[in-house]
């Protein structure tokens, strides 16, 4: 069956960085859009960042344009989402989603990895 795990999350500072990694597993890695979204308490969940099978497009939410960056290696199935300038309000539960036709869909879920940072 289909595996996302997620791993990296953790407490930091406002300002500081954490490094987000999402290994797959069950799929066709290299042929599947590759996404992170994000709940946090209280708020519905919502589209963080995305990047497409071969990693040549990407999408962000304007939130995080700028501070975060998503990419992958598929030659480790493995994606990834770089965390910079962290603010509070990025505070989530931060998952980890694949698709096969759409970076801003997810057919497939992670099982989520808490982020929390303090001003």
């Known amino acids: 069956q289909v595996q996302l795990v997620e791993s990296g999350g953790g407490w930091a500072q406002a300002g500081g960085s954490l490094r987000l990694s999402c290994v797959a597993s069950?799929?066709?890695?290299?042929?599947?859009?590759m996404g992170w979204f994000r709940q946090a308490p209280g708020k519905d969940r919502e589209f963080v960042a995305g990047?497409?099978?071969?990693?040549?497009?990407?999408a962000y939410v304007n939130s995080v344009k700028g501070r975060f960056t998503i990419s992958r290696d598929n030659a480790k199935n493995t994606a990834y989402l770089q965390m910079g300038s962290l603010k509070p309000e990025d505070t989530a539960v931060y998952y980890c989603?694949?698709?096969?036709?759409?970076?801003?869909?997810?057919?497939?879920w992670g099982q989520g990895t808490q982020v929390t940072v303090s001003s």
């Open positions: 069950g799929l066709p890695f290299s042929t599947f859009h």
């Open positions: 989603t694949a698709d096969p036709d759409r970076y801003v869909s997810a057919r497939y």
């Open positions: 990047i497409s099978w071969r990693g040549t497009s990407t």
